[in-house]
């Protein structure tokens, strides 16, 4: 057992050995460490071991020393020798090195200078390779800059893509390039404040030219309905002109020329036309268009400047407050109206998809209905017919401008009806002051004509033909008074006035014809008829004028079919048309006749009135004078004149008025009798009064009015004649007995009216005759009053029954 352990250490401490021999020295401790960690005393059999293989070495180094000594020394002696050879060969060498260096120094620096030539060359080749790379992106740049500085913003977008897209990109790894491609965005904001700046600019430019753009557009399309006009007029006759004209750009094939008889004019007319671009330059809304395309950013551009477009519309839109009362303020306000759409038309049609016709209809039915309601207030405070008609020529001509840019126009002509009618109501009240005028002024009395000259002036002013006046000589008297003719010639005027308005309203010549008759039916039944019947109404208008006025009415009246004449020459509308509106004056001169003769009756009867309150009569009075009474008789002369003036007058007015007057006149009178303040009356007053009505009588007998048949007149006293009689021949009798009977001799008597007048006698005989008592006649003749008043009671109450 001890001996396979010793054994066993033996083999291991030459394992060891072996390691250590043939490992590297700094690996040795892990080697030693083992033996230590062994068994115990292992380290001193192992360094006896140790020494044992160092005494073996030993002896192997000696052995080998002993071996090759001799050769050592050998070589040590010829290493002798050869070191002598060594130190000459040496010196050679260091000799030769130097003169070498000596040699190659020279060499050596030119070739030090050859290499960095060679070094300067490649650098530079470099350097150069990179310059063309980067000299492109340089040129660019500065042509970005000079782009910007000229304001050419739309270029300098387009270089800025080339730099970003195709320039920038074969450099980018250069500082310089970084630095520009940083700055690009920030440009691109610049270019776009600038040219929203210059947008805005632009919208300010086209805010205050919109005035002048319209009025140049309104002009020319005036211009260019007077050339129509005046190229109808020359085709008729043989002529023709070229028309040559142009507005915003686009050219019609019709004239621009203000055709006049002034040459001054013509050759302003032949001048250059100025267009929207002469007037505003729109380089800069194409610019910033362009600009906000190519950013990408065109919807916010858009949206902006239709933004901006519709709140310009509303401001002009806008009327000033005073504009009605001129026309200026009217073509103002349509020049401002005309320049903004004639601007966006143009704009329209210059850009593709800037504004839309969509977006220009909604415009203009917005601006439509602004306009047609700020046209509608303000004509409505004119009162000047003048200003009226230039109004409408405005609107027409404001009509065909815009209709001549494409958009719809009808509202503004069907405006034009309500301006029309607004119109109509001027001229009405103006030629209302006219008649009224014509009428203060006019004497009414028939036209006094000297000679042939002024008859033949009269009848051109009014169609009168009258073939027995005709026959008198000179001087001589027209039954009319100087009012026909100036009524009849201002009728004229109204007409040619109402005529106006009608032109240039693209109407045929039947809805002329029918606005015309309407408009002077207006004139007649309405202003005329009124200033009549205001005129009849007068105070100051006695019996003269309104005969004159009767007469008056009547020529004009005939007149009338003229007046339908003239209307018909003038719109060559047949009156035997379909639907054509007659003319009522016939009716209108009859309503103010008849108001006049009603008038005449009227003031006739207040005249017998006058009359009737200066009479006098002395109830109680014993016995008639024998002659009638002053006033009465004043009063049949005042009627006698009165009747010799209507001898002018139409029969049956005459007529009529006389029986009117003696009516009233009968009806007064026995209203005198049965007035109920009056008492009583005697006998002499019933004869007094018999002879008044007998004069009355008399002058009915006369025939103060000739037409009347037999004893016409002279029944409008049978009831005073059949009451007077009675009580005269006292044949109540008779009446009593006769009463009913269709023969009776007093039928017109009323038992009411006999019963009256007889109590107011039976109360005078009692106060009279104090001794009515002592005479039998007396006595009798009172018991028949009273049998009489009985009877009469008696019949007034089975009347009443």
Not at 59 to 75: L, P, S, T
Not at 192 to 211: N, P
Not at 359 to 385: G, Q
């Amino acid at each position: 057992m001890a001996e396979n352990e010793t054994l066993e250490c033996i083999t291991e401490h030459e394992r060891i050995l072996q390691e250590i021999e043939s490992t590297d020295t700094a690996c040795v401790g892990p080697t030693l460490r083992s033996i230590y960690d062994d068994q115990p005393n292992a380290h001193v059999r192992f360094m006896e071991k140790l020494d044992a293989r160092i005494r073996n070495h030993d002896r192997e180094i000696e052995k080998m020393c002993n071996f090759h000594h001799q050769g050592f020394v050998d070589a040590i002696t010829e290493l002798l020798k050869v070191r002598a050879d060594a130190e000459k060969l040496m010196g050679q060498v260091t000799d030769t090195n130097r003169r070498l260096q000596e040699a190659g120094r020279e060499v050596t620096a030119q070739t030090e200078e050859v290499i960095r030539c060679r070094i300067q060359q490649r650098n530079m080749a470099t350097t150069v390779e990179k310059l063309q790379l980067c000299l492109p992106v340089l040129e660019m740049y500065s042509k970005l800059k000079e782009q910007l500085e000229s304001k050419r913003y739309y270029a300098a977008l387009k270089t800025m893509e080339q730099l970003e897209n195709v320039y920038i990109p074969r450099v980018s790894q250069h500082r310089f390039c970084q630095i520009m491609a940083e700055n690009l965005p920030r440009l691109r904001e610049d270019i776009k404040e600038i040219s929203m700046s210059d947008l805005k600019d632009f919208l300010e430019s086209i805010r205050k030219h919109s005035d002048k753009v319209g009025e140049t557009a309104m002009r020319q399309a005036q211009q260019h309905r007077t050339f129509n006009s005046a190229m109808a007029k020359q085709t008729s006759m043989g002529h023709y002109t070229k028309p040559v004209y142009s507005l915003n750009g686009r050219t019609h094939t019709h004239n621009d020329l203000m055709m006049d008889e002034d040459a001054g004019e013509e050759d302003e007319a032949d001048e250059e036309i100025l267009t929207a671009q002469d007037l505003v330059d729109f380089s800069p809304v194409y610019r910033c268009l362009h600009i906000y395309t190519v950013l990408g950013d065109r919807e916010t551009f858009e949206n902006y400047y239709r933004k901006q477009r519709k709140k310009q519309a509303r401001l002009v839109l806008q009327p000033q407050a005073n504009m009605h009362e001129t026309v200026e303020g009217y073509r103002r306000y349509f020049n401002q109206i005309v320049g903004f759409f004639v601007v966006e038309d143009h704009i329209l049609h210059a850009t593709r998809g800037l504004v839309t016709r969509a977006f220009t209809d909604e415009l203009w039915n917005m601006a439509l209905s602004k306009i047609i309601a700020v046209l509608r207030t303000h004509s409505s405070y004119c009162d000047d017919p003048d200003l009226v008609l230039e109004l409408k020529n405005l609107i027409v001509i404001f009509a065909d401008t815009l209709q001549g840019y494409g958009f719809p126009v009808n509202r503004l002509f069907d405006l034009l009806f309500e301006v029309r009618d607004q119109y109509n109501e001027t001229l009405l009240k103006k030629w209302a002051l006219v008649f009224r005028w014509i009428f203060e002024l006019d004497n009414y009395s028939p036209i006094p004509v000297e000679t042939e000259e002024e008859y033949k002036l009269v009848v051109s002013r009014f169609p009168f033909h009258d073939a027995e006046i005709e026959k008198q000589d000179f001087p001589k008297k027209l039954p009319m008074s100087q009012s026909v003719p100036q009524i009849y010639t201002q009728v004229k005027e109204f007409i040619y006035a109402s005529l106006k308005f009608s032109e240039s309203l693209h109407r045929s010549s039947t809805e002329i014809d029918d606005m015309l008759r309407k408009s002077t039916n207006l004139l007649l039944t309405r202003t005329l008829s009124s200033c009549l019947q205001n005129l009849i109404k007068k105070p100051h208008i006695g019996l003269t004028e309104l005969v004159q006025i009767i007469i008056n009415t009547t020529h004009l009246e005939q007149a009338c079919r003229y007046l339908e004449e003239f209307i018909t020459n003038i719109t060559n509308v047949s009156p035997e048309t379909v639907h054509t509106t007659r003319l009522y004056g016939l009716s209108t001169f009859k309503d103010a006749r008849h108001a006049a003769e009603g008038e005449i009756y009227t003031k006739l009867n207040q005249k017998i009135d006058e009359f009737i309150q200066l009479a006098d009569y002395e109830w109680g009075m014993a016995e008639s004078d024998g002659r009638a009474s002053g006033y009465l008789m004043d009063l049949i002369n005042f009627l006698r004149s009165t009747f010799q003036v209507f001898t002018h007058l139409p029969g049956k007015v005459a007529q009529t008025a006389c029986m009117s007057a003696c009516k009233h006149l009968s009806t007064s009178l026995m209203q005198m009798l049965l007035d109920t303040e009056l008492k009583q009356i005697s006998m002499g007053a019933i004869q007094q009064f018999n002879l008044d009505v007998i004069q009355c009588e008399l002058f009915a007998s006369s025939e103060p009015v000739p037409g009347f048949q037999g004893d016409t007149l002279q029944l409008a006293f049978i009831d005073l004649r059949q009451l007077l009689d009675l009580f005269m021949v006292w044949d109540w009798s008779t009446y009593l007995a006769d009463y009913g009977q269709p023969t009776s001799k007093y039928l017109r008597v009323n038992p009411a009216t006999a019963l009256a007048l007889l109590e107011k006698m039976k109360d005078t005989s009692k106060k009279n005759n104090i001794f009515s008592g002592f005479r039998k006649n007396d006595r009798d003749k009172q018991k028949l009053i009273e049998t009489v008043v009985k009877q009469l009671r008696s019949l007034v109450n089975g009347m009443s029954s």
